[in-house]
C-alpha cells in the first residue's frame, strides 16, 4: 500500500517499513490492518512509531483481539505517554484489555464504567525486537463495542 504525501515541490513522504496487524477474534475470521513508519528517503523525521488497531462491533468476551508481530524494533514507553484508546460507546461495567508480549503480561488499558477512554497501566519502557508479538486480550465484556487503540512507541 503506496502513500505519497507531497512534502515540497520536490520531497515525498515515502512509507518504509510496513507491519500486518491480524485480527484473529470472532470466530477465527482474519482480517489484517497496516501500521506503517515513515521517513523521508533515507533520512528519519522522527522516532515516534505508531501503532493502530481497530475492532468493529461487539467485542468478544475472553479472546485474543489482536496480534502485533514485530517486523523492525521499537519499544513503547512506561505509562504510554500520546497513546490513545477509545470505544464507540460506554461500557456498563469496567472493561480491562491485557497487553502481552510474547504470552507474557506487560500492562493493562482500563475503561471505566461509563467512559469511552481507556486508562493504560503500563509500568516499565518494553522494547520489541524482529519476531516479538504484542496482543491484546479482551476479558468478559459486556456492551461494549468498536474499539479504536493507537499506541504510541519509539522506534
Known sequence: MGIFTSYTPTTYLLPTDTFI?????????????QAQYMNFGNAVVSNTYDIAMGFTGLLPSSQTLFVFNTATSFSL???????????QNA??????????KNNTNVGFIVFA???????????????????????????????????????????
Open 21 to 33: 496487524i491480524e485480527r484473529i477474534a470472532n470466530g477465527g475470521q482474519t482480517y489484517s490492518i
Open 77 to 87: 514507553p512506561s505509562g504510554l505517554p500520546g497513546s490513545h484508546f477509545t470505544l
Open 91 to 100: 461500557p456498563n461495567a469496567d472493561i480491562t484489555l491485557t497487553l502481552n
Open 113 to 155: 464504567n461509563g467512559s469511552v477512554t481507556g486508562s493504560p497501566t503500563f509500568p516499565s519502557t518494553i522494547s520489541y525486537t524482529s519476531g516479538d508479538e504484542l496482543k491484546v486480550i479482551t476479558n468478559t465484556v459486556s456492551n461494549a463495542q468498536t474499539v479504536a487503540l493507537t499506541f504510541k512507541g519509539a522506534k
